[in-house]
């Protein structure tokens, strides 16, 4: 026998099902009350620096439908790339969100600042992106994305850099559509799958 | 800016596969490509933290919390506790952990279910709680109940809790069920089956702790959770450029 190892292993995932927001958006279920507010409504607060930007989007499953029970997590730094907690950091920036597809088109809209480019480790920088975190029934373990943008300087980007079929880098950034507006939708399997994530 | 520490690269086998069809709405909600690995970033290093001023008094009470204490919920009622550790056996302290689930009769309050099964109308289903400084957390409510679901012809779920963690930064975010000890329908179940390692889904199941019962009043199940860890960076060249 050779010598123990002290640690542990993580907790096994499970799916989020489709009632997930019972418990993370009370108010989308019917449970409005519960709570004076749901948690993450908004990643960022009155005040907060930077371009406001809509980015709107559906998450897409193998046979081209948008899934409706869908739920989205999304974190990001302020407009100056510092994360809440960092010195110096937007106190108007909480850099976290919650949000649910709809329940009858699918669609999710999120509503925050553009963030700033983040350090990588080493001496490399991130371009600007939003992490998201996606959970849904049918989805055993949560999916890690990112949204990057089509009008940021992307070619220098490490993880974008990483990918090696070009076209599905596209996958991983969101489209203008109007001054301060986005598209971005997830596909989760098939022609066009997004990017996932293993982070 | 200190460097936070890269975090453990999950171990993709102790949890269930993306794709399994006999969870049936996984044949269209799974990847079919490979996951693009690579080492943390301050990105997924980085989290939310939530703090106690987001937590009312009865949150982590799911008996009294849907009518403010006015009427107990139905059902049998049961402490649910444990703790939350890292892979190194590190607590994780004042993280924000939320749970929901069915009634007693196995009914959900949400505008999708519609199981016959009445709403029990003390019940609304959901809590959260942070833990506290050694990483322990406890929650008050009854124990749901099983219900049937649409996959194979006479699927149903066991009783179980649904369970949602933060940990300290976005990358150890993690959502699981709580099972019960004893509960026949567990190895019946498509979902608990997606874990291909016993070892691991016999963790999902929280075993009847009477230590922590509280005679006359609830019985407990005590249902501890592991988040991934953060190397240390020792040997290595920190960016600390910011």
């Known amino acids: ?199 | 800016m200190t460097d936070l520490g890269p975090l453990v690269p999950r171990n993709r086998a102790a949890h269930p596969p993306a794709y399994d069809p006999d969870y049936k709405t996984s044949v269209t909600r799974s990847p079919n490509l490979p996951l693009l690995s690579m080492e943390s970033t301050p990105s997924e290093e980085h989290g939310p933290r939530f703090g106690h001023g987001l937590i009312g008094a009865l949150d982590n009470n799911l008996i009294l919390n849907w009518t403010k204490g006015a009427a107990p919920a139905v059902g049998e009622r049961i402490l649910v506790h444990g703790r939350v550790l890292d892979e190194f056996a590190r607590p994780v302290p004042h993280t924000l952990v939320e749970i929901w689930q069915a009634n007693a009769g196995g009914r959900y309050r949400h505008v999708k279910d519609s199981y016959f099964a009445p709403l029990d109308a003390n019940f609304g289903g959901c809590g959260r709680t942070l833990t506290d400084e050694a990483g322990y957390y406890e929650f008050l409510t009854i124990r749901p109940g099983a219900y049937p679901w649409p996959n194979r012809a006479n699927d149903w779920r066991p009783m179980h809790i649904h369970f949602s963690i933060f940990g300290h930064s976005f990358g150890q975010r993690l959502i699981s069920q709580m099972y019960f000890e004893g509960d026949p329908l567990i190895a019946r179940c498509p979902i608990a089956a997606t874990i291909r390692d016993r070892s691991q889904l016999d963790r999902l199941v929280a075993p009847l702790d009477m230590a922590k019962s509280r005679p006359m009043d609830f019985l407990a199940y005590k249902f501890d959770i592991v988040l991934r860890g953060r190397r240390q960076t020792m040997f290595e060249n920190k960016p600390e450029g910011m």
């Open chain 1, 1 to 199: 026998m050779v010598q123990p190892l002290d640690t542990l292993t993580e907790t096994a995932s499970q799916t989020a099902g489709p009632y997930v927001h019972i418990g993370c958006i009370p108010s989308f279920a019917g449970l409005g009350g519960i709570y004076p507010e749901d948690l993450g409504l908004s990643p960022v607060s009155d005040g907060a620096k930077g371009e406001a930007i809509t980015i709107t989007g559906q998450v897409i499953d193998g046979t081209g439908w948008a899934l409706r029970d869908a739920m989205i997590e999304s974190w990001q730094p302020d407009a100056a790339g510092l994360f809440p907690g960092q010195a110096g950091a937007d106190p108007a920036v909480s850099g976290f969100a919650r949000f649910a597809a709809d329940g009858d088109s699918g669609f999710w809209t999120l509503k925050t600042v553009k963030p700033g480019a983040v350090p990588a480790r080493g001496d490399a920088m991130q371009a600007p992106h939003v992490s998201l975190w996606i959970t849904a029934r049918g989805i055993n373990i949560g999916l890690q994305t990112r949204i990057y943008f089509e009008d940021e300087d992307n070619t220098a980007d490490p993880l974008l850099k990483r990918i090696e079929q070009r076209p599905r880098v596209d996958t991983l950034i969101a489209k203008r559509t109007g001054p301060g507006e986005y598209r971005f939708d997830i596909v989760l399997q098939g022609t066009g799958e997004t990017v996932f994530l293993d982070i």
